[in-house]
């Protein structure tokens, strides 16, 4: 469940609103303002207003540039304020993507802003609903771009290489079921934030064949704009790059097949490892039943709801499709529950201009006072399920196992699950 409100920071006018999850209808207008007058209130007489929690939802308040108020409504799950911030700054960053910084804080033109903004709303419905249903990604939550995990990656990568070539531009990846696998040594030059802002958009909307779209780098490039490519290889298997006002997409559709058609075998049995997201060879306790692995040092991570090697035909993926949901929910639980609270996340590498003079600051990570002592690893039972999490310098992971693992085991196997999902460095290479 989630409502939001972006009002301008003057006169508190709506410019955009969205509701998310099991909202029937829109707040009024008339208790808009009143949270807004009271985020104003509270500015003018110099005081920090960050959120107001009752015993069912958390309001949050954002202001951008003394420009833009953004006014978040979610349920209280009581997890660490850091993950609302980070959705309302990707929120804010994904207005600035989408019709550009500069026309996002210009003054007096609210009504044509508004208009702008009907492009921004599959993007925000995205964020809001804060769980891919289709694609389990999570990139989102965790600031790290998802990723598929996959050996031979290759003779991809030199496909890639190639048709970057002839569309005159260094930023492209291959996007499969909506996860990266292979991408340009530039590609990782942008902020974790812009990575996953254009795959989430990429994800967001409707499927085609091939389309065209105008976007900003909120971080890298904000003034100036970038045309957004995305041409569909094969079912759930598309191509996105940034490039100039050439060549035409007519050129890149014509030439995108005779440079992928000899992948198109490799492509069809990486798009197969989808829920899994890892190697079928790495084979793993049967009492795992979901995991995210992060790489903290690369910004990537990967999230599998399906780590068993079971039966993964089309017949299969359709009748688990609500249980792989399940298990999504529960990992992202897992995640908001132990970051911020537990553990304290690196800093977000997002662009401190998108942030400028905004009265609050980024919101405190962590609830619990350890001194010197930084916690290493966490576990906790619940009905259903046991769950561990080991945070190390490279790399973090959350499991997810069935409540039949003795307790005493599940520090061992998650180990062990680190060491061979780790060992043989399948995320994709960066700058390379």
């Known amino acids: ?73 979610t349920k209280n799950d009581v997890c660490s304020d850091c993950h609302v911030s980070n959705l309302l700054d990707n929120i804010f960053a994904a207005l600035a993507m989408l019709v550009g910084l500069d026309v996002l804080l ?49 003779i991809l990568q ?11 531009s260094l930023y492209g990846c291959l996007l499969i079921k909506g996860k990266v696998i292979v991408a340009s040594k530039e590609w990782w030059t942008l902020t974790s934030q812009e990575q996953i802002l254009i795959c989430s958009y990429v994800n967001s909307l ?35 790059v940034l490039c100039s006002s050439e060549p035409s997409l007519a050129v890149l559709e014509d030439e995108a097949p005779k440079i992928w058609r000899d992948c198109f075998d490799i492509l069809k049995v990486v798009s ?6 890892f190697p079928s060879n790495i084979e793993l306790d049967k009492n795992i039943i979901g995991l995210i692995l992060i790489n903290t040092e690369t910004n990537q991570c990967m999230c599998s709801v399906q780590p068993s090697n079971d039966d993964c035909s089309a017949e299969s993926k359709a009748i688990h499709v609500s249980e792989w949901q399940k298990k999504q929910e529960a990992l992202r639980s897992l995640y908001r529950l132990v970051v911020g609270t537990y553990f304290k996340e690196k800093d977000s590498d997002a662009d401190r201009r998108l942030r400028a003079d905004n009265p609050c600051h980024t919101f405190d990570f962590g609830n619990c006072d350890y001194g010197d002592c930084k916690p290493g690893e966490f576990y906790m039972c619940t009905q259903e399920n046991k769950c561990y999490v080991i945070n190390e310098v490279s790399y973090q992971i959350y499991i997810l196992y069935n409540y ?16 061979l999902l780790t060992e043989k460095r399948l995320f994709p290479t960066v700058g390379k």
């Open 1 to 73: 469940m989630a409502f939001l409100a972006v009002l301008t920071a003057d006169g508190g006018i709506p410019i955009l609103t969205k509701t998310a999850g099991d909202i029937k209808s829109k707040l009024p207008f008339a208790s808009i303002g009143l949270l807004n007058g009271v985020h104003m209130f509270s500015r003018l007489q110099e005081v920090e207003l960050k959120c107001a929690v009752t015993p069912d939802e958390k309001i949050s308040w954002r202001e951008y540039h003394k420009r833009l108020v953004l006014i978040l409504i």
């Open 106 to 154: 210009k003054q007096n033109e609210v009504l044509k802003l508004q208009k702008m903004l009907v492009v921004c709303h599959p993007l925000i419905d995205y964020l809001l609903s804060q769980i891919d249903k289709e694609k389990f990604t999570i990139g989102d939550l965790t600031g790290k771009l998802d990723c598929l995990l996959a050996s031979h990656t290759r």
């Open 158 to 168: 030199e496909r890639m290489c190639q048709f970057l070539d002839v569309a005159d």
């Open 206 to 240: 409707p499927k085609v064949l091939s389309r065209e779209i105008i976007i900003y780098l909120p971080t890298s490039s904000p003034q100036n704009s970038n045309r957004l490519i995305t041409l569909h290889l094969l079912r759930d298997v598309e191509i996105c």
């Open 272 to 277: 197969n490892l989808h829920p899994r997201n």
């Open 404 to 419: 039949e693992i003795p307790l005493y085991a599940i520090r061992s196997v998650s180990h062990k699950t680190l060491k």
